[in-house]
């Protein structure tokens, strides 16, 4: 079918798709591209998008909320991550559209990447595993790791990562400031505002070491992670800064 407005995401949203046709719609470039380039249709479209896909968001948000109001009744979702995570900042109750990069966004990201077939991209903060939906059904050659805290997430992105056959993709569980967590080699990181300044300052230190091996692209989206590679890491050379979107930046290195 043709996807010319969000009426078209509705109206697949509305019905029972066989997992066969969800797997066909994967492959399917303009299953993930937004009907107009604004953000509230952004937004919306993804929400549809993970609603026809079987994804369980919304459940699995409240659930977290619950148990976090239990820790901080008058709490927002600036302070339940913490109560909830040992202090870490995994933003529960915040926007499932704003915790979650926007599909189409994703799409233009892989485009101007220009990936070759069979590099790894790694997700550093990684939440449901929006990125390893849209590498598995059009970059079908390539591997996908997403890193994420919080372990429903990471179950819940996986099931759908299984149910839709991306066996090349995986979420993984996991603090990305623990002592004892290293980070794999890869040709691309997607790195987001996952945390406090201090983890993500740490994380671009784990990737300096891999971009003193081999050449390395970031794809920095946040405001906080783009300002610390600003201040704090000129290794990493700016290829690219949203014009047509003012979210994310590019960045290369081969420090060598």
Same mark, same amino acid.
């Given at each position: 079918?043709?996807?010319?407005?969000?009426?078209?995401?509705?109206?697949?949203?509305?019905?029972?798709?066989?997992?066969?046709?969800?797997?066909?719609?994967?492959?399917y470039h303009d299953f993930f591209q937004t009907p107009k380039a604004n953000d509230v249709i952004r937004r919306q479209?993804? +929400?549809? %998008?993970?609603?026809? #896909? =079987?994804?369980?968001?919304?459940?699995?948000?409240?659930?977290?909320?619950?148990e976090a109001r239990g820790f901080d009744p008058d709490g927002s979702h600036e302070t339940w991550g913490p109560s909830l995570h040992r202090g870490v900042q995994t933003w529960v109750g915040l926007d499932l559209q704003t915790l979650q990069t926007p599909y189409s966004e994703i799409l233009r990201i892989l485009?101007?990447?220009?990936?070759?077939p069979y590099h790894h991209v790694v997700d550093l903060g990684a939440a449901y595993g929006r990125m390893g939906v849209v590498i598995g059904g059009l970059l079908i050659k390539n591997f996908f790791t997403g890193f994420e805290y919080v372990k429903s997430?990471?179950?819940?992105? +996986?099931? %759908?990562?299984?149910? #839709? =056959?991306?066996?090349?993709?995986q979420l993984i569980a996991q603090d990305l400031f623990a002592k004892d967590f290293e980070l794999p080699e890869a040709d691309v990181y997607f790195i987001y505002d996952y945390g406090q300044v201090e983890h993500i300052d740490h994380?671009?230190?784990?990737?300096?070491?891999?971009?003193?091996?081999?050449?390395?692209?970031?794809?920095?989206?946040?405001?906080?992670t783009k300002r610390i590679i600003a201040d704090h890491h000129p290794w990493l050379e700016l290829k690219y800064e949203g014009k047509l979107e003012e979210f994310f930046s590019i960045y290369t290195a081969y420090i060598n």
């Open positions: 079918m043709e996807f010319k407005s969000l009426a078209d995401f509705q109206r697949l949203e509305s019905v029972t798709l066989p997992l066969s046709d969800k797997k066909r719609l994967i492959q479209h993804s +929400n549809h %998008v993970d609603k026809v #896909l =079987g994804f369980r968001l919304r459940y699995i948000e409240e659930m977290l909320i619950a485009h101007l990447l220009k990936i070759k997430r990471v179950d819940e992105g +996986n099931r %759908v990562f299984q149910e #839709l =056959g991306l066996n090349r993709c994380t671009l230190k784990q990737i300096s070491a891999v971009a003193s091996k081999r050449p390395v692209k970031v794809v920095a989206r946040g405001t906080f």
